[in-house]
């Protein structure tokens, strides 16, 4: 079992360069900055590039949209009975 931390290391978000800079928010653990720096650069890398070309196709690549699954970044809102994180 996980220790409840009653003081975080974690700076405060105001001391950030950034708004979205990580590990500066308490509510988040160490998994959560993980996730979200795996989430940007997938973004950031696979994504951005080729957003104008989809909106012009009406389509994401299906790859693409294969490899955000295979991240667990589909069905966040999708019950766990159903594939989804639940």
Sequence with gaps: A???????????VSQAETMTALNTR???????D????????????KVVPFHDKWEEE???????WKQAGELGLLGAATSDKYGGAG
């Excluded at 996980?2 to 405060?12: D, I, K, N, V």
């Excluded at 308490?26 to 959560?32: A, G, M, V």
């Excluded at 993980?34 to 950031?44: A, G, H, I």
């Design 2 to 12: 996980r220790a409840l931390r009653l003081f975080s290391t974690r700076p405060e």
């Design 26 to 32: 308490h509510i988040f653990t160490e998994e959560h």
């Design 58 to 64: 009406g389509q994401v690549s299906r790859e693409v």
């Design 34 to 45: 993980m996730f979200r720096e795996m989430t940007r650069k997938f973004f950031t890398e």
